[in-house]
């Protein structure tokens, strides 16, 4: 049996989506419309178990202020304070990165600067990273 048209010896595929850089590491981004399982940002789970780790120690009186609970941590105060902020995330922000379902744009650095205090305001500011 003859084939009617030849076999090409190359195949091109194109696949939408951008490399952005997450926590040291590179992550591929895919187009909005594009319906796929993500996997939780473990460097962001780990700072939000931490925040919320501090604000209980704090809360329970075991450490005065966060001076001390940075020195007793072996870390600056100033760097326990950007991440002990995340420990006051609108619950459904909090459940949607550990769900693995936050935009692209947020990661630890981003939620460590400037971040409305109010929920709602954080709601809009989460909406807000796509990229």
Known sequence: MK???PIPETVTVHVPFCLVKRG???EMILPDDTHVYRKADDTLVKALARAFRWKKMLESGEFA???DLAKREGIAAPYLARVFRLAFLAPDVVEAILEGRQPGGVT???LRGQLPD???GQRVWLRGRTQ
């Open 3 to 5: 084939r009617v048209r």
């Open 118 to 120: 109010e929920w709602a």
């Open 108 to 110: 630890l650095q981003s």
């Open 65 to 67: 202020t966060i001076a």
């Open 24 to 26: 040291g590491r590179k």
